[in-house]
Each structure stands twice: as structure tokens, then as C-alpha cells.
């Protein structure tokens, strides 16, 4: 795969983007033997030789995972209240992975961790209308209209939240189940939403990301996407509902 120049010497983990155009004027970047400095020139890292300022650079190794995080534990790679962190799930070798976005810490679910600096940023973005599904548990028993008001959107602090998607599980005169699904990334939002109502959330799983599904996955278990889900979330088709 072919990438800008620029681009290329990013993804080896050497520099910046900015740091690369730096280096790109400055006449220290040469592919195969030769001094470039044509921000537009393509590389491929797979077969060109690329040196940048002495340096060989060399395709980084992209690694993709998805985990349940259980209660309790901080989306954050460290935490300074010393708790525990969703890192701390993962074997050692895979301790240089960021999440993408966050899930607070009384919820638990799905969440993605990659080096993928580019995929992380377009999923965590909400102009890629990459829905998060969630399945809370509430006190009371939600009415049609509460439900139909959180689909519409909920004038909170931080302002309106942006259109969703709910549905129904069951419900009794004690608590609630339902679905919602949310594009946005705001502090607690769900948990916000709902107590605007008068619905305190009991428990709340996201059980989806775009077409990424939790399944059968157990608290604190993790697993490494396969190179379809990569490819697809790549492709933008996993990114829907």
C-alpha cells in the first residue's frame, strides 16, 4: 500500500507528520538511494528503501484488539489514583495499544485499543457516524415517550445530545431493559441522559461498536481482530449500525 511521503515516515512511529515535512524540505529524506523532496511522492513501505535523516524506517507493526472491559476498571493507560487500568488486562507485549474513545468507569463493554494512530482517530471521531450500542438497565418502568424523548435527543448541560437509537427489551414496574445507540462521545452521556428523565441507570454494557459485536466475550477477555473486521473498519463497513 502506497502512502504521501509525509504519511509514510509517520507511520513508522519516528516522527510527526509536521516533524517529516520538516525533514522533507530539509533534504535529509531519501527513498531508494535517492533524496526526495516532493511531499507528494508515494512510498510504499512494504519494498521501498526509506532513510530519513540516517535512519532506515521500516513498516510499523499495526496491532488491533478488542476486550471487554469489566466495572471498575479506567479506559486511561494509567490512572493516577491507582486504579486499575485496561491495560493491565493485556499481556505485555501488547502494552504499547491505546484505546479508541472511552467507556466510563461504571460501565463496562466493548472497547478497541490499536497503534493505529489513523484508525483510531477516524472511529473516535463523530463526523464518521460510527455508532456505539449500548443495553442499560434502569430503575422504573421506562415509558414509550421517555424513550421515544432519548431517540430525539436530551437538552443536557453540555448541550443536545444528537439523535439516537433506542428499542425496548422488557420492563416492569421496578426497572427497565433497553437498547440505545449513540454516535457521540460526551463524559457519561447515557448516564446524563437518563437521569434527565428520571431513569437511573443501573447497569450499562455497550455491546457494540459500529458492526464490531461483544457476543459471547466474558468480562476482562480480549482477542485480536481478524483482518476482515480491520479491513472493513478500515472500509467504513463496519462503521454503521
Known sequence: ???????????????SRR????????GKV?????VVSDFNFAVDLSTDKLIVDGHVLKAKQLDYVVIYKPKGVVTTC????????ILEL?????????????LDMDSEGLIILTNDGDLAQSLAHPSQHVFKRYEALVEGNITDAALKQLAK?????????LPAETTLINRSED???????????????????CAKLGYPIIRLVRVAIG????GEMEPGEWRHLTVREIKALKSGLLSGT
Open 90 to 102: 493485556l499481556p505485555r507485549n501488547l502494552a504499547h495499544l491505546k484505546p479508541v474513545g472511552r
Open 175 to 193: 426497572e427497565s431493559i433497553f437498547e440505545i445507540a449513540i454516535r457521540e462521545g460526551r463524559n457519561r452521556q447515557i448516564r446524563r441522559m
Open 1 to 15: 500500500m502506497t502512502f504521501r511521503l509525509n504519511r509514510a515516515i509517520a507511520a513508522t512511529g519516528f516522527c
Open 78 to 85: 494509567s490512572d493516577e489514583m491507582g486504579r486499575e487500568s
Open 30 to 34: 531519501m527513498v531508494n538511494g535517492n
Open 211 to 214: 458492526g464490531l459485536q461483544l
Open 19 to 26: 516533524r517529516a515535512d520538516e525533514l522533507i524540505a530539509g
Open 153 to 161: 435527543g436530551i437538552r443536557l448541560e453540555d448541550g443536545f445530545t
